[in-house]
């Protein structure tokens, strides 16, 4: 029972250009959403968040957005560098806990 | 500022055998996660604690698995007896509750090989 999905395992973009990462998730519980990065051999680092009652959070070339009734979020990163080339993880909590749920992860690859 | 220290950042080790996976939490954290990730089932969690009380140990795959926290610097993951399907990478990860929910700390993690 998969609560939170990432649908495509991989992305390949131009250096410069705009990569969206998708993400859905079922559990209506879920009010918290983050995204997390990761580089080979070392643990996740965390990217960016969105509290259920906004609907948009920049930080940066980071953007995150939520559509709650599709309960879907998308993270946009412009302009795309070779450095953010890796696994990004989209993760949902419910505020009560700190209990984080993650998605398959999604490869990005960004190409000078 | 110290992160998340987990040792061994490799162990390899036969099928029957004990396996003991070990983490420091940032200090000041009062939550401490274990994630395991696999290709096929990417970071799932396994247990969690709140000031070293266990609070979620639904994750846990069998009996052959458990965790404990005696002290608010130190927690153990013990794999007893291993299989070749408990390879995998583990991470333990703290947070502060204060902070907000889920922005955890991941530690390098110990990839474990089970022959």
Known sequence: DQQVKQNSPSLSVQEGRISILNCDYTNSMFDYFLWYKKYPAEGPTFLISISSIKDKNEDGRFTVFLNKSAKHLSLHIVPSQPGDSAVYFCAASKAAGNKLTFGGGTRVLVKP | ?115
Request: aromatic share 12%; hydrophobic share 35%.
């Open chain 2, 1 to 115: 500022d110290a992160g998340v220290i987990q040792s061994p950042r490799h162990e390899v080790t036969e099928m029957g055998q004990e396996v003991t996976l070990r983490c420091k939490p940032i200090s000041g954290h009062d939550y401490l996660f274990w994630y395991r990730q696999t290709m096929m089932r990417g970071l799932e969690l396994l247990i969690y604690f709140n000031n070293n009380v266990p609070i979620d140990d639904s994750g846990m795959p069998e009996d052959r698995f458990s965790a404990k926290m005696p002290n608010a610097s130190f927690s153990t993951l013990k794999i007893q007896p291993s299989e070749p399907r408990d390879s995998a990478v583990y991470f333990c990860a703290s947070s502060f509750s204060k902070k907000g929910p889920g922005e955890l700390f991941f530690g390098e993690g110990s990839r474990l090989t089970v022959l």
